[in-house]
């Protein structure tokens, strides 16, 4: 009987190791693409999105002239290496963020290349790795630059139902990325600063995105939800985009159980997020790729023409699952799915190289909705988005997936 024990325990550690090991290959990954700064390399058609081709200049100029920027990308991928170095102990991917970090933060908190007025919510996910290196270094210039974030989130227009714009150029707009791009910073910093005042506000951002994007049959969570109706994309009697973009609903269950991490557990209102999370969990598991244990680029359109297993939505529900299974928030009864999907994830999506470094491969570069040139939301845009290898919105999460289903298998 002792033996038995023994080999089941040491099983398990192999198994646990396994996870973490991935996810330590993978933040190396990162650490040797991006040693000093993250310039992320972007496509025409998203350079020309985001006003990055100046006057006279051709897109490869302009990818060569570009500086590093402060930008979402850097957060969600940092989030990862925080988690890691919470599982590990080790003070490198500590001393890694903060090398990144720094890159902005001038001495006066002044934070490089961000601009306010602009209100978009792309900018504000970084401040969560400004709070982790605070609590650790307490550095008044890391201060100063959460502030400036937090004011921005202050003064960030508003729809007429109370939800944030996800930027100030896409007028009276909710998308479901603009959940995590706001809510666990605002969350985080609510809490450090003795600032309950601000749950209730927090809360109602996710019940007002179900709220108007929810889809009553397949409970499944649309992209973008237009107030005003004014938009090409959005459905002139809902306001809704046209079809379920898989990785939004990752944003969107990232940003769930990051902020019940923040939330008071005596909040009388934190049952509401946790029945949008198990209603949105239900949901997902249903277009869980039988075969592979994946999921699809849009989510309930498996097969069909252009449609592709993508992997940072597949990272992201891994992670938003396993995390709401290990803080019980969802049933137990979700394990076999999570399980299935952590190693769906790895054998669709990991690949070595002839220098024995691990890859993370085919996610989305980039879907966003309206804009210059204007994306339709349609089936036929999100199919021929175009894809990237170890794309950080896509390592960020599965670092984070592989700690948790760590966790997951130690418990069980």
């Not at 700064?37 to 897109?59: C, F, I, R, W």
């Not at 938009?231 to 079809?243: F, V």
């Not at 969802?330 to 470094?357: C, L, T, W």
């Amino acid at each position: 009987m002792k033996l038995r024990l023994v080999v089941l325990l040491c099983l398990c550690y192999v198994q646990a190791n396994a996870q973490v090991d991935y996810a330590k290959s993978m933040a190396k990954t990162i650490m040797l693409q991006y040693p000093d700064s993250m310039v992320v390399k972007k496509y025409a058609s998203h350079l020309e999105q985001d006003n990055l081709v100046k006057p006279g200049q051709t897109v490869e100029q302009a990818q060569a002239s570009r500086p590093a920027n402060w930008n979402y990308e850097i957060g969600v991928v940092l989030a990862g290496f925080e988690s890691l170095w919470k599982a590990t102990g080790d003070k490198t991917y500590v001393d890694y963020s903060k090398h990144i970090i720094d890159h902005f933060i001038a001495p006066d908190g002044t934070i490089r290349t961000y601009v306010q007025d602009e209100y978009n919510s792309d900018n504000i996910p970084s401040g969560r790795v400004l709070l982790f290196l605070n609590d650790l270094h307490k550095e008044q210039r890391y201060k100063t630059a959460i502030k400036t974030l937090r004011d921005q989130i202050a003064w960030q227009p508003r729809n007429q139902a109370g939800g944030f714009w996800h930027k100030l150029k896409y007028p009276s707009q909710m998308w479901l990325d603009g959940l995590y791009m706001v809510e666990p910073f605002y969350a985080g910093y609510a809490k450090r600063n003795n600032e309950p005042q601000d749950y209730n506000d927090i809360i109602n951002q996710f019940v007002t995105m179900e709220k108007y994007s929810r889809d009553a049959k397949t409970g499944l969570l649309y992209h973008g939800w237009d107030e005003s109706r004014l938009q090409k994309w959005a459905n002139p009697k809902t306001g809704l985009s046209p079809e379920f973009w898989s990785r939004s609903m990752g944003w969107y269950i990232m940003a769930l159980v990051d902020v019940l991490d923040d939330l008071p557990a005596n909040h009388p209102r934190r049952h509401e997020l946790i029945s949008i999370l198990n209603r949105l969990s239900a949901a997902i598991i249903k277009f869980q790729d039988k075969p592979s244990g994946v999921w699809w680029q849009v989510t309930n359109k498996a097969g069909q023409p252009g449609n592709y297993l993508e992997s940072s939505a597949t990272a992201m529900f891994v992670y938003g699952l396993a995390k709401a299974e290990n803080k019980g928030y969802i049933n137990a009864g979700y394990v076999p799915v999570i399980r299935k999907a952590y190693k769906g994830m790895i054998k669709e999506f990991v690949e070595q190289d002839k220098q024995g470094n691990y890859h993370y491969m085919r996610a989305v570069a980039g879907a966003g909705l309206g804009g210059t040139p204007y994306r339709d939301g349609t089936y036929d845009y999100y199919v021929k988005e175009p894809k990237r290898d170890d794309d950080l919105k896509a390592i960020g999460p599965f670092i984070q997936a592989c700690i948790e289903v760590d966790k997951l298998n130690m418990r069980k």
